[in-house]
């Protein structure tokens, strides 16, 4: 069974700065994606990136970029240039891919608060 | 951008009555999702849906949850007998080419 963990329940960094947020997983999958949300007070889950695991470049969306590590199984999102609108809770997630459709496996989340 | 649509936004229900969540996929998705997250825990998945019937579903989802599609737009999650534990978040998902997921239905159960 595949699953994500997310080591740092809480992250703070200072507007305009970088920040990273760590994610590791486990699978014996070959092919599959990975990806952040985001999730606002307002509940609501926001896709910030995602990464086919076939594919060695690293995605890179804006602000939002990702080191991913398929042989370590690690797969980072960098903020740069943080805004104080980047607070909220980030779920690294993992999807096989499956002809049926599959299920996306969530990370416990990092809160990650933005100061001025 | 095309989304998916959940009503009501919040249900507020007596425990052991049944509710109904309501969720508008995107037009031409295939595969539809309902997901859970209990207050300050991670989003869990409940059941997938492909093909006009289950494929896959988690522990969670025992006998007392039903998935149905019953006229090709709609996409709905029946609990039947409600539980305290069964407060939560419950959102919908709809996968294309991508996952896109609604708002969701925050559920409290009293």
């Known amino acids: 069974a595949q699953t994500v963990t997310q080591s740092q329940p809480e992250m703070s960094v200072q507007e305009a700065e970088t920040v990273t947020l760590s994610c590791t997983y486990d699978?014996?999958?070959?092919?599959?994606?990975l990806f952040w949300y985001k999730q606002p007070p307002s509940r609501q889950m926001i896709l910030v990136i995602r990464?086919?695991?076939?594919?060695?470049q690293n995605a890179t969306e804006n602000r939002f970029s990702v080191n991913f590590q398929k042989a370590a199984k690690s797969f980072s999102l960098k903020i740069s240039d943080s805004q104080l609108g980047d607070t909220a809770m980030y779920f690294c997630?993992?999807?096989?891919?499956?002809?049926?459709?599959?299920?996306?496996?969530f990370g416990t989340g990092t809160r990650l608060q933005v100061f001025p | 951008e095309p989304e998916v649509t959940q009503t009501p936004s919040h249900q507020v229900t007596q425990m052991g009555q049944e509710v109904i969540l309501r969720c508008v996929p995107i037009?031409?998705?295939?595969?539809f999702y309902w997901y859970r997250q209990i207050l300050g825990q991670k989003v869990e998945f409940l059941v997938s849906?492909?093909?006009?019937?289950?494929?896959?579903k988690s522990e969670i989802f025992d006998d007392q949850f039903s998935v149905e599609r019953p006229d090709g737009s709609n996409f709905t999650l029946k609990i039947r007998s409600t539980k305290l534990e069964d407060s939560a978040m419950y959102f919908c998902?709809?996968?294309?080419?991508?996952?896109?997921f609604g708002p969701g239905t925050r559920l409290t159960v009293t």
């Open positions: 990464q086919e695991a076939y594919k060695q």
């Open positions: 997630a993992f999807m096989k891919l499956s002809y049926e459709g599959d299920k996306l496996i």
């Open positions: 849906f492909y093909n006009n019937e289950i494929s896959e």
């Open positions: 037009s031409n998705h295939l595969y």
């Open positions: 699978t014996s999958e070959n092919n599959y994606y």
């Open positions: 998902a709809s996968r294309g080419r991508r996952t896109y």
